[in-house]
C-alpha cells in the first residue's frame, strides 16, 4: 500500500486507476512516474467519470461538446420513435423529460444531489477527503472552486444560505425534493417577466397565464394542433408578425387580404376581417358566442378554452384561414 493509500485506508485498485496531470498546457508525462501498490499508473491527458469528461486544463468544453451531441441523438431517436408510434404530445413531452432531461433545473437538483451524499459520506472516502479540502480551500479564500461556488449559489438562489454555512441539513430527498420546488418557482417566474417584457407576446401573456400543457396540444388533428400553435407563438404571416419584420409600427401593419384598413393582428384574424374566405370560414367554424358582438375578453376566453368542441373548431378556422396571408 502507498503512502496516501495507508493514511487514508484507501483500497484502489490500480488496474482501473489512471493518472491526468492537470495544468494550463499540456504536461510531458514522459519524464514523470506515478507508482500505486507497486505498479506503475497509465497517465492520460483526458478521462470519463460518471459519464462526464474531465480534461487536462479543467476546461468542461469537450464534456459539455459531448453531452449536447448525445442529448441531440438521444432527441432525434426518441421524436422519430414517437412519430412512427403515432404518440401523443403529452406523452412525447413526458418521455423527452425522462429521456433526455438537458434541463437546468435537473442539472441544479443533481448538483445538490451529488453534494448532499457527499456529506453524509464516511470522512475516510475518497471523494469527502477532496471535498473537505476544496472547501477548506474554498473558505479560507485560497482558491474559489467554480463547483463549490455552484452548489453555494444554488443554495443561496433556493433561501437555504444557513445549509451551506452550517454544511448540515435533516434530509437528503427534503432537500432535493425543496431546491427542485424553489427553481422551478423561479423558472416560472423569470419566464413571466421575460413575457412581459416582450412587445411581441402582448396578447399571447393575455391567455397564457399558467405554466402549463395545454389542452389543445392533445388534440388529434395535427394540422389544427399545428395552426393554433403557431397562431397562438407569432408563427405565422399575419401582417401583425410580418410588418415586425419589416420594422413597421404596429398601427402601420395593415390587414392585405382586405380594404378594411385594420392592423392586421389576432382580434383582426379571428373576429374582423372581411375578406370573403375568412368570412365563409368563420361562419363555418367558429363558435357564434365568439363572433356576435366581439371583444378583446372575448378573444382571451376562445384562446384560453379548453373546451374540446371549441379548440376543434378554432383549429379548424385557423387552418383554412392562416394560409390565405402571404
Ligand atoms: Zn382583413
Same mark, same amino acid.
Given at each position: 500500500?502507498?503512502?496516501?493509500?495507508?493514511?487514508?485506508?484507501?483500497?484502489?485498485?490500480?488496474?482501473?486507476?489512471?493518472?491526468?496531470?492537470?495544468?494550463?498546457?499540456?504536461?510531458?508525462?514522459?519524464?514523470?512516474?506515478?507508482?500505486?501498490?507497486?505498479?506503475?499508473?497509465?497517465?492520460?491527458?483526458?478521462?470519463?467519470?460518471?459519464?462526464?469528461?474531465?480534461?487536462?486544463?479543467?476546461?468542461?468544453?469537450?464534456?459539455?461538446?459531448?453531452?449536447?451531441?448525445?442529448?441531440?441523438?438521444?432527441?432525434?431517436?426518441?421524436?422519430?420513435?414517437?412519430?412512427?408510434?403515432?404518440?401523443?404530445?403529452?406523452?412525447?413531452?413526458?418521455?423527452?423529460?425522462?429521456?433526455?432531461?438537458?434541463?437546468?433545473?435537473?442539472?441544479?437538483?443533481?448538483?445538490?444531489?451529488?453534494?448532499?451524499?457527499?456529506?453524509?459520506?464516511? +470522512?475516510? =472516502?475518497?471523494?469527502?477527503? @477532496? *471535498?473537505?479540502?476544496?472547501?477548506? !480551500?474554498?473558505?479560507?479564500?485560497? %482558491?474559489?472552486?467554480?463547483?463549490?461556488?455552484?452548489?453555494?449559489?444554488?443554495?443561496?438562489?433556493?433561501?437555504?444560505?444557513?445549509?451551506?454555512?452550517?454544511?448540515?441539513?435533516?434530509?437528503?430527498?427534503?432537500?432535493?425534493?425543496?431546491?427542485?420546488?424553489?427553481?422551478?418557482?423561479?423558472?416560472?417566474?423569470?419566464?413571466?417577466?421575460?413575457?412581459?417584457?416582450?412587445?411581441?407576446?402582448?396578447?399571447?401573456?393575455?391567455?397564457?397565464?399558467?405554466?402549463?400543457?395545454?389542452?389543445?396540444?392533445?388534440?388529434?388533428?395535427?394540422?389544427?394542433?399545428?395552426?393554433?400553435?403557431?397562431?397562438?407563438?407569432?408563427?405565422?404571416?399575419?401582417?401583425?408578425?410580418?410588418?415586425?419584420?419589416?420594422?413597421?409600427?404596429?398601427?402601420?401593419?395593415?390587414?392585405?387580404?382586405?380594404?378594411?384598413?385594420?392592423?392586421?393582428?389576432?382580434?383582426?384574424?379571428?373576429? +374582423?376581417? =372581411?375578406?370573403?374566405?375568412? @368570412? *365563409?370560414?368563420?361562419?363555418?367554424? !367558429?363558435?357564434?358566442?365568439?363572433? %356576435?358582438?366581439?371583444?378583446?375578453?372575448?378573444?382571451?376566453?376562445?384562446?384560453?378554452?379548453?373546451?374540446?368542441?371549441?379548440?376543434?373548431?378554432?383549429?379548424?378556422?385557423?387552418?383554412?384561414?392562416?394560409?390565405?396571408?402571404?
Amino acid at each position: 500500500m502507498c503512502d496516501f493509500c495507508e493514511k487514508w485506508k484507501l483500497k484502489i485498485n490500480s488496474d482501473k486507476t489512471k493518472v491526468t496531470v492537470f495544468g494550463f498546457r499540456r504536461a510531458d508525462t514522459s519524464t514523470l512516474q506515478f507508482v500505486c501498490n507497486g505498479q506503475s499508473l497509465e497517465t492520460v491527458h483526458c478521462f470519463r467519470y460518471l459519464g462526464v469528461i474531465m480534461n487536462y486544463n479543467g476546461s468542461f468544453k469537450i464534456a459539455i461538446e459531448e453531452l449536447h451531441k448525445q442529448a441531440l441523438r438521444a432527441m432525434f431517436a426518441l421524436l422519430n420513435k414517437c412519430r412512427k408510434l403515432q404518440l401523443s404530445v403529452d406523452v412525447t413531452l413526458d418521455l423527452f423529460d425522462k429521456l433526455v432531461t438537458p434541463l437546468c433545473v435537473t442539472v441544479k437538483k443533481r448538483i445538490i444531489g451529488y453534494w448532499g451524499r457527499l456529506l453524509e459520506s464516511k +470522512e475516510s =472516502k475518497l471523494s469527502k477527503i @477532496m *471535498y473537505n479540502q476544496l472547501h477548506s !480551500l474554498h473558505s479560507s479564500g485560497a %482558491y474559489a472552486s467554480p463547483w463549490v461556488s455552484q452548489v453555494k449559489q444554488i443554495l443561496d438562489d433556493c433561501g437555504l444560505s444557513y445549509i451551506w454555512i452550517t454544511q448540515k441539513y435533516n434530509n437528503i430527498n427534503w432537500l432535493k425534493k425543496i431546491v427542485e420546488q424553489k427553481l422551478k418557482d423561479q423558472f416560472i417566474q423569470r419566464w413571466q417577466s421575460e413575457l412581459t417584457s416582450m412587445t411581441s407576446c402582448d396578447t399571447y401573456i393575455e391567455f397564457k397565464q399558467e405554466f402549463k400543457l395545454e389542452k389543445y396540444l392533445m388534440y388529434e388533428n395535427q394540422n389544427s394542433r399545428q395552426a393554433i400553435c403557431n397562431f397562438r407563438t407569432n408563427n405565422t404571416r399575419i401582417p401583425k408578425v410580418t410588418g415586425r419584420y419589416k420594422g413597421l409600427e404596429r398601427s402601420e401593419r395593415m390587414c392585405n387580404i382586405c380594404d378594411s384598413h385594420c392592423v392586421g393582428d389576432e382580434y383582426h384574424v379571428l373576429f +374582423e376581417c =372581411k375578406n370573403v374566405n375568412v @368570412m *365563409y370560414y368563420r361562419k363555418k367554424y !367558429l363558435p357564434k358566442y365568439y363572433v %356576435y358582438s366581439p371583444s378583446k375578453i372575448k378573444l382571451i376566453l376562445l384562446l384560453r378554452s379548453n373546451n374540446s368542441g371549441v379548440i376543434a373548431k378554432t383549429g379548424a378556422f385557423l387552418r383554412n384561414v392562416l394560409p390565405l396571408f402571404k
